[in-house]
């Protein structure tokens, strides 16, 4: 007899439950811990009492790995930004500084619903490496789970794709140039410990919020960009193209720690630019993020 084994699992994200947004993925633990809180004593012997072990704080962390379609990343924008987007057929993604809740369904093994409530982006990462697609990485913070129902009868996006990092156009302080990678990290500071008189997170709160951006460039190539960014800041553009869906982001004001080449064996020179963003004149926004979905 074959054993039972589950790997067909599905995935919904929406602001509405039974969500109605099914996601592609390609890595997902919902992340639910309940503590046990262990009120044995001293009490004249060495065996431990179950009925003085009580359930305690419930942590909800899930985390995806995916690589999303430009319609996929519209109906992901917003939850990581935080800001009211606006425009069409290119919506610019402002960051907010409130948390966005989402409900998060999973379903493991066609018939075990789990349903997550009050999920927020604490972290979300975007990368890409040559031969590589864009990816996205998130690390989520929640209030409470429930197991029970089944997954709604909703399909994949099929319409639209995944974006490549050959559809990248990279541009640092004014230069368009090549690169090994690109990485783009919003961190949103969500307190993780808001629990008080509360076996759940009373709240998802933002306590601060950082964004930072690496590139790798060849050395020859680019050798007048060493140190750039350190003394004052300077832009840096990422524009991804596939037909007609486009995604950018705008970094105005990055300041790159400063950072030697790397040289090995055999291997081209390169030089990492690592930096977080800021405001380059105290108004305009650090991070500004538009997609035209396509196709």
């Known amino acids: 007899m074959a054993a039972a084994i589950t790997t067909l699992g599905r995935l919904g994200i929406d602001s509405s439950n039974p969500v109605t947004q ?16 262990d009120m044995n004593g001293t009490r004249g012997k060495y065996s431990k009492d179950s009925n003085r072990v009580r359930t305690n704080l419930t942590h909800v962390a899930p985390r995806v ?46 018939g075990n619903l789990w349903t997550l409530t009050g999920v927020a982006v604490d972290e979300a990462r975007f990368k890409a490496a040559q031969g590589e697609p864009l990816d996205l990485d998130l690390s989520l913070v929640g209030q409470t789970y429930a197991v029970s129902g089944s997954f709604p009868a909703i ?34 500071g969500i ?8 076996g759940t997170l009373t709240a ?26 350190s003394g004052s800041s300077v832009s840096v553009t990422a524009t991804f193209t596939n037909g007609g869906a486009v995604l950018t982001f705008n970094l105005g004001g990055v300041r790159f720690k400063p950072k030697n080449p790397q040289s090995e064996f055999n291997q081209e020179v390169m030089l990492p630019l690592e930096g ?14 538009t997609l035209n ?3």
Do not use: M
């Open 155 to 188: 399909a994949l996006d099929v319409s639209t794709q995944p974006f490549l990092f050959v559809d990248a156009v990279l541009v640092v302080g004014g230069t368009t140039v090549q690169s090994k990678d690109f990485e783009l990290a919003v961190a949103n």
């Open 65 to 110: 790995r995916c690589q999303p379609t430009s319609l996929e990343l519209s109906r992901l924008l917003q939850w990581i930004l935080g800001g009211t987007p606006s425009g069409t057929p290119t919506v610019t993604y402002p960051l907010g500084n409130t948390t966005v809740q989402r409900y998060v369904a999973f379903d493991p093994n066609g």
């Open 276 to 289: 977080e963003a800021f405001s380059a004149d105290g108004t305009t926004e650090v991070l500004i993020t």
């Open 22 to 37: 099914r996601f592609d993925f390609n890595y997902f633990d919902l992340g639910v811990q309940v503590d046990l809180k």
């Open 204 to 229: 998802t709160n933002k306590l601060t919020r950082k964004i930072t951006c690496h590139v790798t460039i060849p050395y020859g190539d680019y050798s007048t960009l060493f140190n750039t960014g």
């Open 191 to 198: 307190d993780r410990n808001r629990f008080f008189n509360s």
């Open 293 to 295: 979905p396509g196709p």
